[in-house]
């Protein structure tokens, strides 16, 4: 029989990661939008220091210059991928609204064929899958009128102020990680006495680490994803080959969605219309995306962020389940936050 004393340090051990995981879930759900330009300066400012600290120590410019001129080139070159990036989207989004009459001719003819071989296969009377198709597409269009539509409008208020919010967020940060970098110093030296400096420094260190090693994983998977995708669609969908892959790579990083939520529907749709060549396209990609995100993920996510493949795939799960989009994040940083907290100078468990 356990001792009282092994007993209350169980469930003392218990009752803190209740009181924490509590705290870090309110912590991301109340206060993480309002402080979040000054997280992202924290770890932006965690990306730029080696360059503001080299051309401090080798050619003695200041902090504050240096660091502005890190800050300044990590936002350019990242603007301008985007803007890249964003012009061919648009591009190709363009192609797709001009020549939209053909292609909606094209998707009516396969499923026109499509519902004649689903008369054949189940003997049904010639028409009954088109007049059902139809009956359910008039289904669908009613239930978007009446339900999406009206969101739509309503949300585009929300998404301009979101917008708005943005991009004044986006400048606060960048003046926040340029203040961090400069005065990086006189901040450490004011909290460096502190009772609780060691501590919450372990536990920033390593939440740092941890989120710059999650960004560095998904983004190397996303780009490989996306390569892969495009070059694949190079040969089924040349117009839109980029829109395709960057679109499919997103889904894939989503482990609800995945990049099968594309690629299997549209290679059945190929199998029936007896499209073998685009069918073993389709079949490739699809097998390198799984055989990219199982094989590289955990190798590269997994020891980084001191957390077993099992609980990373977990602690996504939850984040989406809790916070939507931004769980594929906040769930893997929620799980490091309260290790970092409970474990603290303790020996954590396997």
């Not at 009516?108 to 049904?124: H, I, P």
């Not at 585009?156 to 990086?184: C, E, K, P, Q």
């Amino acid at each position: 029989m356990e001792s009282p004393t092994l007993f209350q340090k169980k469930f003392g051990k218990l009752y803190k990661i209740i009181a924490v995981t509590a705290g870090v879930y309110l912590g991301f759900r109340y206060a993480l939008p309002l402080l979040a330009p000054f997280v992202a300066a924290y770890f932006i400012a965690g990306i730029v220091r080696p360059v503001a600290s080299f051309l401090y120590h080798r050619l003695r410019i200041p902090m504050s210059v240096g660091g502005t001129f890190g800050v300044l080139l990590l936002f350019c070159i990242l603007g301008a991928g985007a803007f890249f990036l964003a012009r061919l989207l648009v591009e190709q989004v363009m192609r797709i609204i001009e020549n939209y009459g053909g292609y909606r001719d094209e998707v009516q003819e396969a499923a026109e064929r499509l519902c004649c071989r689903v008369d054949g296969w189940f003997s049904l009377k010639s028409g009954t899958a088109g007049r059902l198709m139809d009956t359910g597409i008039s289904r669908i269009g009613e239930m978007m009128s009446e339900n999406v539509l009206p969101v739509l409008s309503r949300r585009s208020v929300a998404v301009f102020g979101a917008f708005v919010y943005g991009i004044a967020g986006t400048i606060i940060a960048f003046v926040a990680s340029v203040l961090l970098l400069s005065d990086r110093e006189k901040y450490a030296e004011r909290y460096r006495n502190s009772s609780v400096y060691s501590e919450i420094k372990q536990i920033l260190d390593r939440l740092s680490a941890a989120g710059v090693a999650y960004l560095k994983t998904q983004g190397i998977l996303m780009l490989l994803i996306g390569i892969v995708c495009t070059v694949g669609f190079l040969f089924i969908e040349k117009d839109y080959a980029l829109l395709l892959g960057i679109g499919v790579a997103v889904l894939d990083a989503f482990p609800v969605l995945g990049s099968g939520l594309v690629l299997v529907p549209w290679a059945i749709i190929s199998l029936l219309k007896a499209n073998y060549f685009h069918l073993a396209v389709l079949a490739v990609m699809y097998l390198l995306c799984v055989l990219v995100r199982e094989g590289l993920e955990p190798k590269l996510l997994g020891n980084k962020i001191g957390l077993p493949p099992l609980y990373t795939l977990m602690a996504v799960y939850v984040g989406v389940k809790l916070f939507g989009a931004l769980g594929v994040i906040l769930g893997p940083f929620g799980l490091v936050l309260i290790r970092a907290i409970v474990f603290n100078g303790c020996e954590e468990p396997g």
